[in-house]
């Protein structure tokens, strides 16, 4: 209920009434004029009351009397009335209806009670309700209030005391707080007045306001008081203390500092009274040296005042207050402050002053700001202190004073520590805390432990706030003993609350000022305050760093508590990074230098730390005059060993022990490098070559993607870790990849250095790893890669140094390492191909070419392992990423094609399974460009000669392509010309041709010709079966695909690809190696014909050359209309020749067989005879075949892609204009000249017959050359001449005469006794025919060539009887010929001679009345011929010839004798009869004998054939002779003659001797010889006269023998008579009878009248013979006499005959 409501007012009037009539009643008896005062104030109320609306304020000014009557009830000093006058008075305050005189006189009453120590406690109470209640107590009536309450406090009494100290305080906070209320209220009014400049008198209060001047004067005389001076304003004052004196300055100072910084008046006070006053006071303190306080030894001339505690303490909380309210005002005074805290820390001060020193420092720790402006005053100012540096150095040369000088002059430190429960532990020392160890039952004390030194910690404050024990103390008198580490422990928390204090408030500004820059960017530059406060940062860093890090790196070494451990390091780390964002590289450098050093084991060898840290630990700071040395980790371990392992190192040594402190630094360098990674830049280096060293020690090895887990040594000591760590091992592997992962947060430049560093770190690791195969440190290369998988998204900033420095790695001769950075160069180009890049890398072709260069670089690296891994990696890409190469293509082409043979079969297996990926899979997918690479990739392992299957296999993949090619012709025509385009008009801008091979050739062109130049190289491979397949391919590839090239190009395929490869197997052919081959390894055997090198590049000869010709042939067409096709013509007839007449059976044999294919070609149709246009009368068979592919056509569809080809290069083929035959002779006569060069080569004989190894032509080989003639002369028919027939003939006759060598003679001879022809001799008289054919339809001028030709076939006849030689060479005849051995057999010629003869007889036949041959006089030299047979006739090597001859002759002299007689005018055959005449004589009369075993029907069968020839003479000869020159007839004649009496022959055996004596010869002779005598009517006496004259010979002969015959006979009585002699009479008599035959058949007038008297005479001398003995003789006598009887008529004209 508030004091001014109705109810509240009544109230208050019923009690003021109450209170008086209590007084009237207490006063009635003793104070009579109390009384009535009291009762005439009863009406005096009770009149305000019912006159006034506003009763309160009525009261008020009416309270002098109001209360007079409670004022004389004091007076009377009895205690009951005076309570109750004081209570009324109270509630009259209350309800503050007293005026300011009233208020006077209230004070003055109570003084007068105090002075009489009355009520001391009512009274204070009054005077704090008269304060509290209202505001009207001001000046002289205050300042007696305020001495009233400081008199109570000096009196005996301790409960007046303390409450009147209490009121004493509250009441200086009243006269303050009125002060700041009355600045509010004028706060808005009006402007204060200008503050007094200058050093204005103390005095001058004038220009404050009421309040303001109470406080003013209160201040003053307290700053008076304490000084031990007289006040000014407090009178009556008669004690104070300067206990007291500095709580109230403390206490006003702190709550109210806003008036002191806004009123001068005030500010003044502080600087002139205030700051001297606490100097003075601090004297003693200063000068006091421990251990000199012996009361005025000999070294000070005066005694030093001791110090005193509570003041002491008292004056640095008001310091502790000044510095936090007044640096502003007080910047010289605060230095003085703060220079004096600094020395109280001095190890020779008394330990309570360096206890509460170090609490005052806490408190500025705790405030940044305040360490700021100490910075910007003073350490930033030239000539100044620097104070903020001499704090922390103090702090840190305390902490290192307390291990270094343990318990210098204190007792208490060697009481027992707080929480006593380790007994003894001082003396324990390293035993101390730690030596129960982790299970021992004790709980360990946090402490740390130095050398020996053992101090506990405790906990002192919060964290952040600095609440003292000491500084709170202000009961005590004497100084308190201070606990063991309670120093140590403030200390510790101030240098934390420090680091602390100063990081989050730099960081917190650095943020809101990045932000700012952020916002600001896009308006004006920045403004000029930034670099200001970034100075003011980078001063206090680099002010407080080297004592912080000497402090904490010696506090981290001693400490033996994981949490403090844990702050230590948390120190460390923000500070580090602190410095790292304020890019003040030396002190962060140094900060994780002792981080990284802690986390190793102690001395741990490790250069980069090491060459960091000398700049540091070789500095001495200097801290007032004491030197203090940065301390280096102490060797002792009071740890908990946590791990053992090997340390990394070149040199193998002993093994390391990790402790649990190492993997917390190890865990707090992991957290630096995971969350402030931006910040490290160079230190990256330090931070990772630690870890390395500890992921070494700790044995985590690499594992997929980089990660590292544990994993066992590999040699050496195993790794011992205990269990645990094994727990932690997981999770510092796990942080150590988030620690990588979190790279991706980085900016562009810290990824660098942090890629730098590991780079540099892993040539540490690859020097190391040199030279000796220890398990090299793969820990950079394995962070190298995580870092690279995850800045996938800005891979091209750091792809290159990446990837240049794992390729050094892929290089290392250490396999492992080399085998991790293969691991890691492949997997970040495979996760590189596969990231989702932004744009896509399809998009972004630059990306993607730098992600594959490496794969590249790869095939550089010479080890297998890598280029296994390289490989392994393309085959993946493949298989992922095939279909999004683009532009890759010819980076990944390259990487395949990169083999070498001196690679392994595995490598070279797997490079070939990507290619066959590749063909497979991709070529539609890839650019068109690079399928020139592809083809060459192909290639390239088909020359590789480690794995023959790959070879064979790859050119199925060139066959494959082609294949594709064919299919995808136009599509890949028209990219490339778009390619084409764009290269040219480079080349052009560059001023350059255009470097494509084969160049002006079309684009698509080009690649075919690449595919057929690659073959073409692999036809020349060592390798037979690779050349077979490759030939095979590049002849199936061209047959089958040719017609898409343009015709230029063709002239390209001619002669780069064709005659190219043709020469070059020509070469290895003749060069190739004799030595006959195993075995073709392993087990394979070699067939005998190919069993050397020479022989199987025969085979690939062979293949070529048909490969070659064949396409000659099928493509003339094409060819034909190239400008150079005659040249090419030449060269392939060229190396049709050579190979023609290489010594190699197979290849000659086979350059015939080409040389046929390319005679079979067909002279291109003309445009007119186009399928198409065919005339009606072609059958439809034709049709189709001439549409079909016949030679020289390319296979024709509608709309083939080669025409689609034509069209878009616009050439149609260019046919010639109608009527115009290609003009094909100038072909033929080459080929012929050709053929002829082979021919006269291969049978020309041998020089020397004596060489064994004399190479002979074989007989399939000369039979095929010959039958290429009849193809061949088809197209020269038409200029075949003379002169070429000549030509011919040589060589037909060379062929035949070739011997065949005896081991294959029964392959080719018949068994010389059947008469067949050998296929070469069939061939050549093929040969013959054809020409004969031809000539015979010919023109007439051909015909002249007859003769040549009967004359060829002549010499063939002769061979029957005499064979050809060849050269000098011995041969034998077939039937003594040995076969296995090497003997030269001549073949048997007489079956080829009778068929010749057979042609001839055929061909005189058709022939004989050609002009041609009656001049050249075939006839004649056809007798010729045959007279050798005929002569020899049983002499003839075989029975048949001389046979044949004679029917031949026959045959040929019934046509050619007619014809003889016509010319017989010409004179044309006058030569030709004599031969005939000898013909005749040879044969009729052999000299010859018939062999003894001629049986007898044989020799009539012969007989008879001479029968046959003696009536050839009497039909076609003799009946003619008028017509025949005489000399002839007369031999005839006497041959006759001849025949018919001395034919008989003298050899044969009586039983024979009947049949063998010719009769029917001699008989037929004779009938001829007489009726050539009688019929002729003798054209000329001569014929007569010999007719006649042989007539009468023979008769006379007769006569002779008989008689001669009938006396032998007579003589010899019994004995018979020799043989012939019987013999010839026998003969006689037949003749005799033959004659008488003749006679009479003849015409009597023909026969002369002396033959018959002849005849007559004959008829005694025969019957004289009768008495003979011999019955032979007696029956031809018989015959002999029979036909006489025709004689015997009765002589009736004896006169006339007489006459006539």
């Known amino acids: 209920m508030s004091t001014s409501s109705p109810e509240a007012v009544k109230k208050l009037l019923e009690n003021m009434q109450a209170d008086l009539r209590s007084l009237s009643m207490e006063c009635k008896k003793k104070f009579p004029p109390v009384k009535e005062a009291a009762e005439s104030g009863i009406v005096k109320i009770k009149t305000i009351a019912a006159r006034n609306t506003d009763i309160l304020s009525a009261l008020k000014e009416n309270s002098s009397e109001v209360v007079q009557p409670f004022l004389m009830g004091c007076g009377t000093k009895e205690p009951k009335i005076t309570q109750l006058c004081l209570a009324a008075i109270q509630r009259l305050m209350s309800h503050e209806v007293v005026s300011e005189a009233a208020a006077g006189n209230i004070i003055n009453m109570l003084w007068q009670l105090m002075e009489n120590g009355l009520e001391e406690l009512k009274l204070l109470q009054t005077v704090l309700v008269l304060l509290t209640t209202n505001t009207i107590v001001h000046d ?6 305020i001495v009233l309450c400081f008199r109570l406090h000096f009196t005996k009494d301790n409960i007046t005391n303390n409450t009147a ?12 707080e009125r002060m700041v209320a009355e600045d509010q209220k004028f706060k808005g009014l009006t402007e204060e007045p200008p503050a007094v400049q200058g050093n204005s008198n103390r005095r001058s209060v004038s220009t404050l306001r009421p309040s303001a001047k109470d406080a003013y004067m209160l201040f003053q005389d307290l700053c008076q008081l304490v ?15 300067r206990t007291f004196g500095l709580e109230l300055l403390e206490s006003v100072l702190n709550d109210f500092p806003e008036v002191f910084l806004q009123h001068q008046e005030f500010s003044f006070l502080l600087k002139e009274r205030v700051c001297p006053l606490v100097i003075k006071l601090f004297s003693p303190n200063i000068k006091f040296r421990q251990g000199s306080s012996g009361g005025g030894s000999a070294s000070s001339p005066a005694p030093v005042e001791k110090p005193y505690f509570p003041i002491c303490m008292r004056l640095l909380r008001v310091v502790s207050v000044l510095i936090k309210h007044f640096y502003s005002l007080l910047v010289t005074e605060c230095e003085i402050f703060l220079s004096l805290l600094v020395k109280f820390l001095d190890g020779e001060k008394p330990q309570w002053l360096r206890a509460v020193a170090v609490e005052s420092v806490h408190r500025l720790c705790v405030q940044p700001h305040l360490l700021r402006s100490f910075c910007q005053s003073y350490d930033m100012k030239q000539h100044s202190t620097k104070v903020f540096r001499d704090i922390v150095n103090a702090l840190g040369s305390f902490i290192q004073s307390l291990f270094i000088l343990p318990s210098a002059g204190n007792t208490s430190s060697t009481s027992t520590p707080a929480g006593g429960s380790v007994s003894g532990s001082q003396g324990s020392g390293q035993g101390g805390p730690g030596a129960a ?14 050398r020996g030194t053992w101090i506990p910690l405790m906990t002192v404050s919060v964290q952040g706030s600095a609440k003292a024990t000491y500084l709170e103390m202000l009961d005590k008198v004497e100084p308190p003993s201070i606990p063991e580490g309670y120093a140590m422990s403030v200390a510790f928390s101030a240098l934390l609350d420090l680091v602390r204090g100063i990081t989050t408030m730099i960081e917190r500004e650095l943020s809101k000022q990045e932000q700012e820059a952020a916002v600001r960017e896009e308006a004006e530059p920045v403004g000029p305050q930034e670099p200001m406060a970034h100075e003011v940062w980078e001063e206090m860093v680099n002010a407080c760093w080297c004592g912080l890090l000497a402090a904490l790196s010696l506090l981290l070494d001693a400490s033996t508590d994981e949490t403090a451990t844990e702050n230590i390091l948390k120190a460390e780390l923000s500070m580090a990074s602190l ?5 003040l590289v030396t002190p962060r450098d140094a900060f994780i230098t002792a981080i990284c050093k802690a986390s190793l084991p102690p001395h741990y060898a490790l250069t980069i730390l090491s060459s960091n840290t000398a700049n540091l630990s070789n500095k001495v700071y200097s801290i007032q005059g004491q030197s203090v040395q940065m301390v280096s980790p102490s060797s002792e371990s009071h740890q908990q060993v946590v791990a053992v392992g090997q340390p990394l190192t070149t040199q193998p040594q002993g093994t390391v022990v990790l402790t649990a402190k190492n993997i917390q630094c190890m865990r707090t360098l992991l957290n630096l490098a995971h969350c402030h990674g931006a910040y490290l830049g160079t230190s990256w280096q330090l931070v990772l070559a630690t870890l390395q060293h500890l992921v070494w020690i700790l044995g985590l090895k690499p594992a997929v993607g980089g990660v590292l887990k544990p994993g066992r040594a590999v040699e050496g000591p195993s790794t011992v870790l205990t269990t645990a760590v094994m727990t932690d091992l997981p999770v510092i592997s796990n942080i150590l990849s988030r620690l990588f992962e979190s790279s991706q947060y980085l900016d562009d430049v810290s990824l660098h250095h942090l890629i730098n560093a590991l780079c540099s770190l892993s040539m540490e690791a690859m020097e190391m790893a040199y030279g000796n195969n220890k398990e090299p440190s793969l820990f950079a290369v394995a962070k190298l890669l995580e870092t690279g998988l995850v800045n996938m998204d800005r891979i091209e900033i750091l792809w290159r140094p990446l990837t240049a420095h794992l390729l050094e790695v892929c290089q290392h001769p250490n396999a492992r390492m080399r085998e991790w950075g293969a691991e890691a160069i492949t997997s970040l180009i495979k996760a590189g191909l596969s990231f989702k890049h932004e744009p896509p890398l399809s998009q972004n072709q630059r990306l993607q070419l730098l992600l594959l260069n490496p794969l590249k670089e790869l095939s550089n690296v010479l080890h297998a392992d890598i280029r296994q891994k390289q490989l392994e990696c393309v085959l993946q890409i493949l298989q992922n990423q095939g279909d999004s190469l683009g532009p890759g293509w010819p980076l990944v082409l390259g990487v395949i094609g990169a083999i070498r043979n001196d690679q392994g079969e595995s490598l070279i297996r797997t490079a070939f399974q990507c290619l066959q990926l590749v063909v497979t899979d991709f070529l539609p997918t890839m650019p068109c460009m690079c399928l020139q690479i592809v083809v060459d990739v192909a290639g390239s392992f088909g020359l590789q000669n480690q794995e023959l299957n790959i070879s064979l296999t790859s050119i199925g993949l060139l066959w494959n392509i082609s294949d594709y090619f064919f299919q995808r012709g136009e599509a890949i025509t028209e990219e490339l010309e778009r390619e084409e385009a764009v290269l040219l008009k480079q080349a052009q801008d560059k001023g350059e041709p255009l470097n494509r091979p084969f160049h002006p050739a079309p684009p698509f062109d080009c690649l075919w010709l690449c595919l057929y130049a690659k073959l073409g190289e692999l036809c020349v491979d060592p390798r037979p079966a690779v050349r077979k397949s490759a030939g095979q391919t590049m002849f199936s590839t061209i047959a089958a695909h040719g017609t898409l090239l343009q015709p230029p190009t063709w002239n390209i395929v001619v002669w780069k690809v064709l005659f190219h490869l043709l020469d070059c197997v020509r070469k290895s052919s003749t060069t190739a190696d004799k030595e006959k081959i195993e075995s073709g390894g392993g087990n394979i055997l070699i067939h005998h014909s190919r069993d050397t090198a020479e022989k199987q590049w025969a085979e690939t000869w062979v293949l070529t050359l048909a490969g070659v010709a064949r396409i000659f042939n099928t493509r003339r067409y094409l060819l034909q209309q190239l400008g150079d096709f005659f040249k090419a013509w030449e060269v392939l007839l060229d190396h049709i020749q050579s190979a023609a007449l290489s010594k190699n059976n197979e290849v000659s044999l086979a350059a015939l ?18 399928p198409d246009s065919l005339t009606m009368d072609v059958p439809p068979v034709l049709m189709e075949s001439l549409q079909g592919s016949g030679p020289g056509r390319p296979l024709v569809r509608s709309d083939s892609l080669a025409e689609r080809l034509a069209q878009r290069y616009g050439a149609q083929p260019s046919l010639p204009p109608p009527g115009e035959e290609l003009d094909d002779s100038a072909l033929w006569w080459s080929a012929w000249n050709t053929w002829y060069r082979i021919g006269t080569e291969c049978t020309r004989p041998p020089s020397c017959g004596t060489d064994k190894l004399v190479f002979v032509p074989s007989q399939p080989f000369l039979t095929a050359l010959i039958q290429i003639f009849p193809a061949l002369y088809q197209h020269i028919a038409g200029g075949f001449s003379m002169e070429d027939l000549k030509k011919l003939g040589v060589i037909l006759h060379g062929a035949v005469s070739v011997p065949i060598s005896s081991d294959s003679s029964p392959f080719i001879l018949p068994s010389y006794t059947e008469a067949v022809l050998t296929s070469l001799q069939e061939a050549v008289l093929t040969a013959l025919d054809v020409l004969q054919k031809a000539i015979c339809v010919g023109s007439e001028n051909l015909q002249v060539m007859y003769p040549a030709i009967f004359e060829q076939l002549l010499l063939f006849v002769e061979f029957s009887c005499k064979p050809p030689q060849y050269g000098k060479m011995e041969t034998k005849h077939v039937a003594n010929a040995k076969y296995n051995q090497a003997e030269w057999v001549a073949l048997n010629y007489v079956p080829f001679a009778e068929r010749s003869l057979e042609v001839v007889v055929d061909l005189y036949h058709k022939t004989a009345c050609h002009k041609a041959v009656i001049n050249e006089k075939v006839l004649q030299n056809i007798i010729k011929t045959l007279r050798i047979p005929l002569g020899l006739k049983y002499a003839c090597p075989a029975e048949s010839t001389w046979k044949l001859a004679v029917s031949s002759l026959l045959k040929v002299l019934s046509i050619g004798l007619p014809v003889a007689r016509q010319q017989a005018s010409s004179g044309k055959f006058d030569t030709m009869w004599p031969e005939l005449a000898n013909a005749f004589e040879d044969f009729l009369f052999t000299k010859s004998s018939p062999p003894d075993n001629l049986s007898i029907q044989e020799f009539q069968r012969n007989e008879a054939v001479d029968v046959e020839v003696v009536q050839l003479i009497s039909t076609e000869i003799l009946p003619f002779a008028n017509f025949i020159p005489k000399e002839f007839v007369g031999r005839i004649m006497s041959m006759l003659n001849k025949g018919s009496i001395h034919s008989q022959s003298s050899s044969f055996t009586e039983a ?21 005598s009688f019929s002729n009517k003798a054209s000329t006496p001569q014929e007569g006269y010999i007719s006649r004259m042989a007539l009468s010979v023979l008769l006379q002969r007769a006569q002779d023998v008989l008689r001669r015959y009938v006396e032998d006979e007579r003589l010899s009585g019994r004995c018979p008579l020799p043989r012939q002699q019987v013999t010839e009479i026998i003969f006689v008599l037949k003749a005799i009878s033959t004659l008488m035959d003749s006679l009479k058949k003849t015409q009597p007038e023909n026969v002369d009248g002396n033959v018959w008297a002849q005849v007559i005479a004959l008829y005694p001398t025969l019957v004289e013979c009768i008495t003979c003995s011999s019955p032979e003789v007696s029956s031809a006598l018989k015959d002999a006499l029979g036909p006489f009887k025709d004689f015997m008529q009765p002589p009736v004209s004896k006169v006339q005959n007489g006459e006539s």
């Not at 002289?140 to 209030?145: I, M, R, T």
């Not at 067989?1153 to 186009?1170: G, H």
């Open 437 to 450: 160890g982790p299970g021992g039952g004790l709980t360990t004390q946090a402490a740390f432990e130095y």
């Open 579 to 583: 410095c790292g964002r304020l890019c």
């Open 1153 to 1170: 067989k080409s040389f046929q294919e390319i005679l079979q070609l067909v002279t291109p149709i003309k445009d007119t005879d186009k």
């Open 165 to 176: 100290a209490a009121t004493v305080r509250q009441v200086v906070t009243v006269v303050f």
């Open 227 to 241: 000084n031990a001076d007289a006040p000014y304003w407090l009178v009556g004052m008669t004690e104070m203390t």
């Open 140 to 145: 002289e009536v205050l300042s007696k209030a």
């Open 1552 to 1572: 024979e001797m009947d049949i063998r004596m010719r009769e029917e010869f001699s008989k037929v002779c004779f009938e001829t010889l007489l009726q050539f």
